[in-house]
């Protein structure tokens, strides 16, 4: 198909810009259940303590991402689509169709896949695909094997613990419900693989990859950070690095659950809490996604 054709849908999740947004977004990602007051007053905590009403990057991540992504890319049709925000995936859709797109290239900024959490924007692109005849599409499910993820992390793990001594570092990604075993278990494999990986090169002695975020009811796959901090605690370690590398900005996922719930377990616990910095706009880290889609424009 000519490039001309094709075009570039780029899927986020949606994060909040007021407070007025938090139920309409919440009953969305509870698939049409309205919050209860207290869960509307837990996650509004949250973003207050992350400053999220006044600071409009975090309000725009994925749009600020979504802009300096285009910058690497050949000119081609493109549109972003929020999971949980508008413009939604179906407007998304049907503005490339507008601009005469017949082929619709996905990617979502999440680096690995799961059936559950990236799967759910292939579904809504699909059901949006099926309102246009002869509009095609398919989906980027993963990007996190392309060399800039793997170079982004290295140099940021690197930077984080400098010449730290007695440091134990752990990579975590949002855990998913245990509801498919295969699921789990190829979402963990691509976790540890890619781990494994920053892990040599940045000459690590002591790591692990657990999980966070899960909600507080159900199975969800473990181990869990508070887990994987027990366990470098009782190593020894005085210093304790996170590396949320299933994630690609500072959000309430990291600038709360790990910049406050696991540095308070890691405080508790007589160590030092440490970060890698989040690639936000980074264009080594964007550099991944646009290699994945160029490779896909062509093929």
Sequence with gaps: MNIEK???????YGSPSSKDDLVPYMTSIRHGRVPTDAEVANLTHRYDVIGQWSNVELQTMAE?????????LPSIPSAIGYLHMKPSIADAVDALVKQGVEHIIAIVTAPFFTSLGTGAYEKQVQAAIGDFQDVTFDVIRAWWDQPSFIEYWVKAVSDCINDTKDVFVIFSAHSIP???SHNADSYAL???ESAKEIAQRCDLEQWSVAWQSAAPHGQWLGPTVAEAINQSLRSGA???AFVPFGFVSNHVEVLYDNDVECKELVDAGGAVYMRAEMPNCDETFLQAMASAIIERIHS
């Design 238 to 240: 005085i210093h304790i």
């Design 178 to 180: 245990l509801i498919n």
């Design 6 to 12: 094709k075009g570039l849908l780029f899927l986020s």
């Design 64 to 72: 600020r991402q979504y802009n300096r992504l285009l910058t690497l």
């Design 190 to 192: 691509a976790l540890e």
